[in-house]
């Protein structure tokens, strides 16, 4: 059964430092993984998509890497701002129910200006 | 804005009720997913409809069930409201098995 776990479960840093967000997954067999953001009470915004053939993906400041086979991921932000401060979760899609997202529980950010 | 909408944005029920979630997917969607969002925890499927069918189902009992329609839009019932059904619900809209767009969510308390 595949598990997603991301530690830390929240983090608070200083305006314009790196930081990384770390997931963990029990399957290596995954379709893909995928990184969003949830602001409070709202919807997933997605931030980054990694097939399973891929290592990373950058948007902006973000930058997300895959290494299946040791079932973990991290997504990279770069000097980071007051409006970053969200809830970042990532998720897996399995081969053969590609359908279903597999969520972890998510790491909540506090970025203080 | 991912173009998915949903209605209504909060609700209010009480226990044993029964409830309908709706959801309009982005244009050119085809196929449609449910997920539970509890409090501080991360989303859990429910079920996807594809063209009109169920196209896997996560563990939720029975009482909760679903509809897509014609034009890709989709309901989500839940039967005998239980305290614990309490949740953020969130649809997504895709294109096949292609990336999941999500809608911002209809907030559901159970009293």
């Known amino acids: 059964k595949q598990e997603v776990t991301q530690i830390p479960a929240a983090l608070s840093v200083p305006e314009g430092e790196n930081l990384v967000l770390n997931c963990s997954f029990t399957?290596?067999?995954?379709?893909?993984l995928q990184w969003f953001r949830q602001d409070p009470g709202k919807g997933l915004t997605s931030l980054l998509l990694?097939?399973?053939?891929?290592r990373e993906q950058t948007s902006g400041r973000l930058n997300a890497s895959l290494d299946k086979s040791s079932g973990r991921s991290t997504l990279y932000i770069a000097a980071s701002q007051p409006g970053d401060s969200a809830t970042y979760l990532c998720a897996v899609s399995i081969p053969g129910n590609t359908g279903k997202l597999i969520f972890g529980q998510g790491t909540t950010l506090q970025v203080k200006p | 804005e991912t173009g998915v909408t949903q209605s209504p944005t909060h609700l209010i029920k009480t226990r044993g009720q029964q409830v309908t979630l709706r959801c309009s997917s982005q244009s050119g969607h085809n196929t449609v997913s449910w997920y539970q969002q509890a409090l501080g925890q991360g989303p859990q499927f429910i079920f996807q409809?594809?063209?009109?069918?169920?196209?896997g189902r996560g563990n939720f009992p029975p009482r909760f069930s679903g509809l897509q329609f014609p034009n890709y839009s989709s309901e989500l019932n839940v039967n005998a409201l239980e305290l614990d059904d309490s949740a953020l619900y969130l649809c997504a809209s895709s294109f096949q098995t292609d990336t999941q767009y999500f809608g911002p969510g209809t907030r559901l308390t159970v009293l």
């Open positions: 990694i097939q399973s053939s891929q």
């Open positions: 409809y594809y063209r009109e069918e169920e196209n």
């Open positions: 399957d290596s067999a995954i379709y893909n």
